[in-house]
């Protein structure tokens, strides 16, 4: 089973500022199937960015998505105060489907 | 456009079985994976398992193995999760999601888009 782990665990930023997650494997992810999903109280999560680096339909460009391998980065380059909230990664190319334990991305 | 619609909440005692739906729309119910997702409260996500709605194989998180049934009724479009012998760990709130995928081989995209959630309540 694939482990992931995130960092931080909270992230204290101010709007306007640039968010950086980060999201590591404890083996390689095979073809970079990494996503990252953003979760609201109350709500389902929903897809931000899938294969490690493409956005999803609708996703602001604001948000992306970088790394390979071990390591990957989720970027907020200006933050909106719509985008306070916690952001998980995936990995989807070998079962278990595992999830990481989550960045809360809260206001300063 | 796509949607996909779960059953309401539950209480159960510890002991009993509970059976959640997930009614998929705007799309081709047999061409894509579903999966199943929990979270438990204040917790993240823990993966449960997936079916082929085309042709109901199924693959479950070894953890629940043995308690949770993942089945599909293609004629009304919905799959469903059954999990037994509920414990109050099982307390969460359960999501079916979408295996989004592209192209003839139909290259993986995540999972988009999300049922709304079931909350399951196990309780004595």
């Known amino acids: 089973e694939i482990v992931l782990t995130q960092s931080p665990a909270t992230l204290s930023l101010s709007p306007g500022e640039r968010a950086t997650l980060s999201c590591g494997a404890s083996?390689?992810?095979?073809?970079?199937?990494l996503a990252w999903y953003q979760q609201k109280p109350g709500l389902a999560p929903r897809l931000l960015i899938y294969d490690a680096s493409s956005r999803a339909t609708g996703i602001p460009d604001r948000f992306s998505g970088s790394g390979s391998g071990t390591d990957f980065t989720l970027t907020i380059s200006r933050l909106e105060p719509e985008d306070f909230a916690v952001y998980y990664c995936?990995?989807?190319?070998?079962?278990?489907?595992?999830f990481g334990q989550g960045t809360k991305l809260e206001i300063k | 456009q796509v949607q996909l619609v779960q059953s309401g909440a539950e209480v159960k005692k510890p002991g009993a079985s509970v059976k959640v739906s997930c009614k998929a729309s705007g799309y081709t119910f047999t061409s894509y994976y579903m999966h199943w997702v929990r979270q438990a409260p204040g917790q993240g996500l823990e993966w449960m398992g997936i079916i082929n709605p085309s042709g109901g194989s199924t693959s479950y998180a070894q953890k629940l193995q043995g308690r949770v049934t993942m089945t599909r009724d293609t004629s009304t479009s919905t799959v469903y999760m059954e999990l037994s012998s509920l414990r109050s760990e099982d307390t969460a709130v359960y999501y079916c999601?979408?295996?989004?995928?592209?192209?003839?081989?139909?290259?993986?995209?995540?999972?988009?888009?999300w049922g709304q959630g079931t909350l399951v309540t196990v309780s004595s």
């Open positions: 083996q390689s992810v095979s073809s970079s199937y």
């Open positions: 995936q990995q989807y190319g070998s079962s278990p489907y595992t």
């Open positions: 999601a979408r295996e989004d995928c592209s192209g003839g081989s139909c290259y993986p995209l995540g999972f988009d888009p």
